[in-house]
């Protein structure tokens, strides 16, 4: 760490504020437990609760060390009160601790204990350094892992310990929010005046205490220049206090139509934005357009750059002679996705050098569609990189260039006037889609201008079109003729399932979904290497007349909702849908021979709301020997505030309930 | 002359060059049937160089023909204490035979290999994959693994997999002349090829030209199927613990040389065993309390390091901290069975749900989990030292109706566990419910679950919190849009163990009421959910493992004015694999549906497979069979 010494001189000194304390937080000191505290059978925050966290508190401040720098060190202080069995779970304590090249992150102070009443006393038990295991998990990770001593049911438990981090962009951020609720969760971050972070704050829960104070203190450095000589420096520099603590916070809750918990969870995060005065000024955190020459120039993606003269015998092997760009473009991408395997869906920087990956024919997300990138340049397509948030991986924000908040690397190519994006990680995908995980708002272009893109489930929509056409035939049966084209993403899944399981187990699933009696004939998928267009399938059937005086039929055959998709009453959390949907179904029945129509369901027309961004269509008509039915869905948002979640239960409601509705034909006399 | 053999040579090679060993056209056709992969080549050395050392040394070489054999692409060995992975090599062919490239040292992964349910333990595992996608593909293995401590040998299972075939397979085992093991072969018919050389002497397995199978359902598991052979020592070591293994008996002296003198237990616990038993008259009593203590008390952990993967934790270990895995509780539990006067017996066991039988014929370790046995003198009492909530004595799915070694100081001794019968394994159903105008359905069902069939409903209540059951519940009931009112669960400890379900819940629109009718399902809540698909060249005999009987009542309120339109009729289907039957009655505004369905156990030929659809089958469309009825036609009335 350079210093600005001059700057040190000039220091002023600053009169330190005390921090005001709010009467909320509880007071507890390691190794005190009241016997009182074990008369708790069960807490108003959530009565059917496995495990309380009664208090938990983390503290991250920056000491100056021994090797010119500074130190973060985070403290974790943790006590929770064990119900019942199934809280069992917060005695099994993960910590997972960083290493870099040069340094790593420690582990110190690591004290725990279990508290026990035993008649009518508290008795405590300790862990021993022996029960304290490390599992290398690989080379940037191990977890250090214990499990509390003597745990029963009503045993309180407590741990506390420090993470010495070299990593000063590992400013840990807290949840205030977890598995099991909390009674008090509070995090303490005491940030000198030279260092600069962005904090981000998100979730539902409000704060219970939310105060900065100053206050001075002195760092003190140490360097060894050379075996003899130890400079030492040692100042003082005002010091942001800031404290954030929550009360009584709910535990998370799993809901379905969510991307991510991530993006409603309780948590504060912290950016390094820059290092000020009396540390020589240095701006960490830089625009959009800072970042991403950075990343133009970062070791990995930096290779899409280079003339790379070695990738001249793969690009002519993907194209052969075709002159024509877009034709050249497809044929790359086909290639790059056919050949080469995905290893993880997740990262947008690369894990190992461009022709590894050509040689290893393997990769992450990145190392695939960099290739993809370089060798589209190589053959002269303008190809950028994007990066993006995968939906489960949570928003990203399009004020701050934090890259952490990426995890997903795509192409764009121009081609003429029109752009495309690319994923070749994804082998189900055509050219010119990407898959529905990636659509989840801001991106940005990895260029000099950091291009900012819109990626919208909205502009996403699953369209499905199915038709039926029923007659008699010469023998006395029905016949029906099916053509379904599958919207887009369901192309996908039958796509997979064809290569996995072969065609047949798509009508396999048909036939077992249909009735004993029905026979199946002249079966077809078509389209399946067509990818970047949908699946077509195609099929016939035979359904044999019996003697019965009435024939139910349900016109939809199988084409309906069996089950409303929103299963629960009560809605926290915004419903996201990763696409927008719009299925058609027809019918034309003939009456079957020798009968005549006695009910049929009634006409209906349904819209979700007043804005219209879901309308239900069941409109049905009847001639002489034929009966018709036209049936729509359509849902045209995504995404839903928990306010309109009745409705949209409702909507579906009536969906089910009239999908399940049935055409009555009655024999003639 | 050297000239011409020269030439002659160069004609060879090139020869040879273009029939490369690899190549896809060497697969025999009937080989390539329904294969995923075909093993071309697979050498399996074990080589015994003295007790408590081995060498095992592979040469093995897949074609893959398919996407989903590229597991087989993959080099995936694990290692510890016991076990180092001394070298590997790797190379990839292409359909034609011809090298693509080969795998480097640096591409090796070294990785965490430790089990999710283990806290820790020491297993660590290397990893490689080629990642090639054009089909098919031939990948080729050499490696050598040394074996410090020779408690198992490895079996030769060339087949353990449906959609492999098998070109060409060996076993080759070797060992000094003095040295002596054992194998058995099941679904082999052949006596293995001795050699004897210089001291030591080989056998050798073959398997040529096997075509690949395909798994069907209700079908035994593969290694009933196709060939197995099972090796395992006369002598062994292991750290620093020596044993023979000719017999169960044997067996069981080594298990139990490892657990003995572990029982020592503080005095504070000596104190509370006699606090709880003194004064109670009867055994099973004290068993009962003892285990609730140790339930009560104690945790499941489980720290698998070293000999600790074999070895029990000592019982004062198991006192102080209050965790243990399977055998150190079930080592802590015999202790304070011993304190109070009882003597049991520690078992080591295959566990899982549907677990296969073991290999009865052959004495090995073929065990994954402990128990204790609790000899009484009426009965033996079993208990599942693990569980924090299992009744004292009840097995299960998990342990129960299989094999299991009992130890003790004279040796091992195989011993069946409790059979759960038909009676023990039941669901009785009684609904009453009631349909409004709108076709909302009122529902108040009380189910009574017994036996293996209370497991799910007992962990549901063991393991959740009523905001999670009713989350749960509200996922998982078939119904269109509906609400879980309320919910109730009552648990009834004892040998065979039951669970009470109440639930309230209310069903919008569970019919459909159209212009003058009304569809219904009868069948609220017990819809059978199997429908296998006909399989006109069954293979494999159809085995039935769990007997059940499901009772239900339903008795559902219906809107006046109604009367039958269309009803199913009643059923009744009796075979060899079960009995069902329904009835359904219109009465006074009432819908009465009865349903009984028994589920027997037994093995059947694979010709029976088509009666096993049709019955499951008939049972399917049977439980979704509507009720139609009709309204009274009222005279239209003029506007």
């Known amino acids: 760490m350079i210093f600005n010494r001059s700057a040190i001189l000039l220091l002023a000194t600053l009169l330190c504020a005390l921090p005001a304390f709010s009467q909320d937080a509880p007071k507890f000191k390691f190794g005190k437990v009241d016997a009182e505290e074990f008369q708790k059978k069960a807490y108003s925050v959530d009565s059917s609760a496995n495990a309380v966290i009664l208090s938990e508190v983390g503290i991250s401040r920056f000491i100056g060390n021994n090797s010119g720098g500074f130190t973060l060190e985070f403290k974790v202080y943790r006590r929770a009160h064990i119900l019942n069995k199934n809280g069992y779970g917060v005695a099994d304590v993960t910590i997972p601790l960083y290493t870099g090249s040069q340094s790593e992150e420690k582990l110190i102070n690591l004290r725990a204990s279990t508290y026990n009443i035993e008649n009518g006393k508290v008795v405590s038990t300790k862990l021993e350094k022996s029960s304290v295991f490390k599992d290398k998990i690989n080379k940037y990770w191990a977890h250090q892992k214990f499990t509390l001593p003597n745990v029963r049911e009503g045993s309180i438990i407590e741990y506390e310990y420090t993470i010495e981090s070299p990593f000063l962009f590992n400013l840990q951020p807290w949840y205030f929010q977890g598995e099991n609720p909390r009674l008090w969760s509070e995090y303490q971050v005491a940030i000198p005046q030279f260092f600069n972070y962005v904090t981000l704050k998100q979730g539902y829960h409000p704060f219970a205490v939310e105060t900065t104070s100053t206050k001075n203190d002195n760092f003190t450095l140490s360097e060894s220049r050379t075996a003899m000589a130890t400079e030492r420096y040692s100042f003082q520099a005002s010091i942001a206090e800031r404290r954030w603590a929550m009360k009584d916070v709910p535990a998370l809750k799993e809901e379905s139509f969510t991307s991510t918990l991530r993006n409603h969870i309780s948590k504060i995060e912290f950016q390094l934005s820059e290092h000020r005065p009396p540390l020589e000024y240095r701006r960490i955190m830089g625009s959009w357009t800072d970042v991403m020459g950075e990343l133009l120039k970062d070791e990995g993606i930096g290779q899409i750059n280079g003339n790379n003269g070695w990738l001249g015998d793969a690009v002519d092997g993907a194209v052969g002679n075709t002159t024509d760009k877009l034709q050249r473009a497809k044929k790359i991408y086909a290639w790059v996705r056919d050949n080469l395997t995905c290893t993880n869906n997740y990262g947008y920087r690369t894990t190992q050098s461009m022709k590894e990956v050509l040689r290893k024919k393997n990769g992450n997300v990145a190392d695939i569609n960099l290739l993809l990138i370089a060798m589209l340049r190589k053959a002269g397509i303008a190809a950028e990189a994007v990066i993006l948030s995968t939906r489960s991986h949570g928003y990203t924000y399009s004020m701050y260039p934090l890259l952490e908040r990426f995890d997903y690397l795509i192409a764009a190519i121009g081609i003429g006037e029109s752009v495309y994006y690319l994923d070749a990680a994804d082998p189900s995908m055509g050219f010119g889609h990407l898959p529905y995980k990636c659509y989840n708002g801001h991106a940005r272009v990895i260029n000099a201008d950091a291009t900012p893109l819109e990626f919208s489930a909205d502009s996403l929509t699953e369209k499905q079109l199915a038709s039926v056409f029923i007659v008699n035939d010469s023998a006395g049966r029905l016949l029906g003729s099916v053509q379904k084209r599958a919207g887009y993403f369901e192309s996908a899944r039958l796509r997979r399932a064809v290569k996995e399981k072969g065609k047949e187990s798509v009508f396999t699933d048909i036939s077992r979904a249909a009735g004993a009696e029905m026979t199946f004939l002249e079966q077809s998928i078509d389209s399946l290497a067509q990818m970047e267009g949908p699946v077509d399938i195609k099929y016939k059937f035979n359904m044999p007349m019996g003697d019965e005086d009435l024939i139910y039929f349900n016109p939809l055959l199988d084409e309906r909702f069996k089950d409303n998709p929103f299963k629960s009453a009560q809605r926290l959390y915004p419903v996201e849908m990763p696409f927008a949907m719009d299925q058609t179904y027809l019918l034309r029945i003939e009456v079957p021979k020798g009968y005549e129509v006695d009910e049929i369901p009634k006409q209906m027309v349904v819209k979700l709301n007043e804005d219209g961004d879901g309308v239900f269509e069941y409109r049905i008509s009847q001639t002489d020997n034929a009966i018709a039915l036209r049936c729509r869905l359509v849902i045209s948002r995504t995404f839903f505030a928990p306010e309109e979640y009745e409705t949209l239960r409702e909507f579906f409601n009536l969906v089910v309930k009239k999908h399940s509705e049935q055409i009555v034909f009655k024999k003639k006399k | ?639």
């Open chain 2, 1 to 639: 002359m050297r000239c011409l053999l020269t030439i002659i040579a160069f004609v060879l090679v090139t020869q040879t060059k273009a029939e490369e060993p690899f190549s896809v056209t060497n697969i025999p056709q009937p080989l390539l049937k329904s294969a995923y992969v075909v093993k071309r080549l697979e050498d399996q050395q074990f080589i015994l160089q003295k007790d408590g050392e081995a060498v095992i040394r592979i040469h093995c070489a897949y074609t893959i023909m398919h996407e989903n054999g590229d597991d087989y692409a993959t080099f995936s060995e694990y290692y510890n204490k016991f076990r180092e992975i001394r070298s590997v090599e790797g190379t990839l062919y292409d359909a034609r035979g011809n090298v693509i490239r080969r795998m480097k040292k640096k591409d090796l992964q070294d990785l965490s290999a430790v089990n999710d349910i283990n806290l820790i333990d020491d297993n660590r595992m290397k990893r490689f994959q080629f990642y090639h996608r054009s089909y098919p593909y031939t990948v080729e293995f050499e490696y050598e693994i040394k074996l410090n401590g020779t408690m198992f040998y490895p079996p030769w299972f060339p087949q353990s997999d449906e959609r492999v075939s098998v070109q060409q397979s060996r076993f080759i085992f070797s060992c000094p002349d003095n040295q002596t093991f054992r194998y058995k072969a099941y679904q082999y018919e052949k006596e293995p090829v001795v050699v004897a050389e210089k001291g030591t002497k080989v056998y050798t397995w073959e398997l040529n030209n096997y075509p690949a199978f395909l798994r069907e359902p209700y079908a035994p598991a593969a290694r009933r199927l196709t060939p197995i052979v099972l090796f395992g020592p006369v002598n062994f070591e292991m750290q620093n613990y020596r044993g023979t293994m000719q017999s169960w008996q044997d067996l069981g002296k080594f298990i139990y040389a490892l657990k003995a003198g572990r029982d020592e237990l503080p005095g504070n616990v000596k104190d509370r065993v006699h606090q709880l038993t003194d004064n109670i008259d009867t055994p099973q009593e004290k068993v009962r309390l003892l285990y609730e203590y140790m339930q009560q008390h104690t945790r499941y952990i489980s720290i698998q390091l070293g000999i600790g993967g074999w070895q029990p934790f000592e019982a004062k270990y198991v006192a102080d901290k209050k965790y243990g895995d399977c055998k150190a509780l079930s080592n802590y539990m015999a202790a304070l069975l011993k304190e109070a006067g009882i003597p049991s017996l520690y078992t080591v066991i295959n566990a899982g749900r549907g677990r296969d039988e073991l290999f009865e014929e052959f004495p090995s370790s073929q065990f994954n989990h402990a128990i204790l046995c609790v000899p009484l003198q009426k009965d033996t009492m079993w208990l599942e030292c693990t569980s924090q909530t299992t009744p004292a004595g009840y097995m299960g799915s998990f342990t129960g109706n299989r094999y299991a070694l009992v130890v003790d100081e004279n040796g091992g001794k195989l011993v069946r566990t409790p059979l759960y019968t038909i009676e023990d394994n039941t669901q009785s159903r009684n609904i009453k419910a009631r349909l409004d105008q709108e076709a909302t359905l009122q529902i108040n069902a009380a189910t009574l679950y017994t036996g293996i069939e209370q497991e799910e409903a007992s962990g549901l209540i063991h393991h959740l919190s009523p905001q999670k059951v009713k989350e749960q519940l509200q996922q998982e009931l078939d119904f269109p849009t509906f609400e879980v009112d309320q919910f109730s669960y009552q648990e009834h400890k004892g040998r065979i163990p039951a669970v009470q379900e109440n639930l309230q819940i209310t069903v919008s629109n569970y019919a459909t009421i159209t212009g003058k009718r009304l569809f219904i399902l009868p069948n609220v809540m017990s819809r059978f959910y199997r429908k296998p698909l006909p399989d006109p060249t069954r293979k494999y005999p159809v085995e039935l493992n769990t007997p059940s009987r499901y009772i239900d009542t339903v008795e559902i309120d219906i809107p006046v004015g109604y009367s039958i339109e269309s009803a199913p009729k009643d059923t009744e289907i009796k075979t060899p694999f079960g009995l069902y039957r329904n009835k359904v009655v219109l009465k006074d505004n009432k819908l009465y549906y009865y349903r009984l369905q028994e589920q027997y156990t037994g093995t059947f030929p694979a010709g029976s497979y088509a009666d096993l659809v049709k019955f499951y089958g008939d049972i399917y469309t049977a439980d979704r069979a509507r009720v139609v009825l009709v309204k009274a036609e009222t005279p239209l009335k003029a506007f």
